[in-house]
């Protein structure tokens, strides 16, 4: 079976500092790897995922992931956050071979402070 | 498009009563989801269908029961409620396409239940 571990409950930060979410994840078989926003008061969105190919994905708002193999790790990082950022981030698992069911980890908030 | 959409937004039940939480979408998604958010879990699957007709459990099944009689709807009943089933429940939807690519999940916004 498939798991995810986000240590960090919440994760507050100022305005224009870099943040890392941490993401973990342990599976006996290759799996595939998300990170979803939660935007208060609505649903999931993708932000981004890796398949296959570079191990280093970015979305369009200047957040990316690393897949590390060794480290089973898929952290979400951005250089300079902004008050927007603001939501809950949550760490996605699936296995290759039935991709649609995802396993989600506990989320992470983050918090922007001006 | 609308997308993803659930009704109602919130719902308070008493303990033994039933409803259904309605979701329904216009993407023409072969694949639906429902999952429920507690505080500090993530989210866990409950039921998924992969097309009308066909349904199967999830991780945390027990005390509800889901259909899929058209592609666009995807209900999910609760009989008895109890006050363990107080959550937020999202619906979802995915595509698949023949070379087995699975899109990523399109999310409603959620339905805010409360069991007194």
């Known amino acids: 079976a498939q798991s995810v571990t986000q240590l960090d409950s919440q994760v507050p930060v100022f305005e224009e500092a870099p943040v890392e979410l941490r993401c973990n994840y342990s599976s006996s078989v290759s799996v595939y790897l998300f990170w979803y926003v939660q935007y208060p008061n609505q649903g999931l969105q993708l932000l981004l995922k890796y398949l296959s190919g570079s191990t280093l994905v970015k979305s369009i708002n200047g957040f990316e992931a690393e897949f590390n193999k060794s480290q089973t790790s898929f952290h979400l990082r951005k250089p300079s956050v902004h008050i927007s950022d603001t939501a809950e981030y949550f760490c996605?698992?699936?296995?290759?071979?039935?991709?649609?069911?995802?396993?989600f980890g506990s989320g992470t908030r983050l918090l922007v402070r001006p | 498009n609308a997308g993803v959409t659930q009704t109602p937004k919130f719902r308070i039940l008493k303990i033994g009563q039933s409803m259904t939480l309605q979701c329904t979408q216009d993407?023409?998604?072969?694949?639906m989801y429902w999952y429920r958010q507690d505080p500090g879990m993530g989210l866990k699957l409950i039921y998924y269908s992969v097309g009308a007709g066909i349904t199967d459990k999830g991780e945390v099944p027990n005390g509800y029961n889901v259909s899929r009689s058209t592609t666009e709807d995807f209900p999910l009943r609760l009989e008895l409620a109890a006050p363990s089933q107080t959550s937020v429940y999202f619906c979802?939807?995915?595509?698949?396409?023949?070379?087995?690519?699975?899109?990523?999940?399109?999310f409603g916004n959620g339905t805010r239940l409360t069991v007194t």
């Open positions: 993407m023409n998604h072969n694949y």
């Open positions: 979802a939807s995915s595509y698949t396409r023949e070379d087995g690519y699975n899109s990523p999940l399109h």
């Open positions: 996605a698992v699936t296995r290759m071979d039935s991709s649609y069911k995802l396993i």
